[in-house]
């Protein structure tokens, strides 16, 4: 069983992260579409799927960790 320490590490991990990358990708994709890219829409669109899904992925190496 993960602590709380390991649970606040936890989450504010993957908020950070999760916001960077979607934040990136929403950013990069916005730029593009602002430019006439329609290729931007690909980045887009997952942005917020993939910033979550890092969460995910973090937190199920927490549980496989123990």
């Keep these: 069983m993960a602590t709380r320490e390991e649970i606040l590490v936890l989450g504010l991990t993957a908020g950070v992260t999760g916001s960077l990358v979607g934040g990136m990708m929403l950013g990069l994709g916005m ?16 942005a917020g799927p993939v910033g979550g899904g890092l969460g995910y992925l973090l937190a199920r190496k927490l549980a496989n960790r123990k």
Excluded at 31 to 46: D, E, R, S, T, Y
Aim: zero cysteines; proline letters at 6%; a neutral charge.
């Design 31 to 46: 730029a593009a579409i602002g430019q006439g890219v329609h290729m931007g829409w690909l980045l887009v669109l997952p």
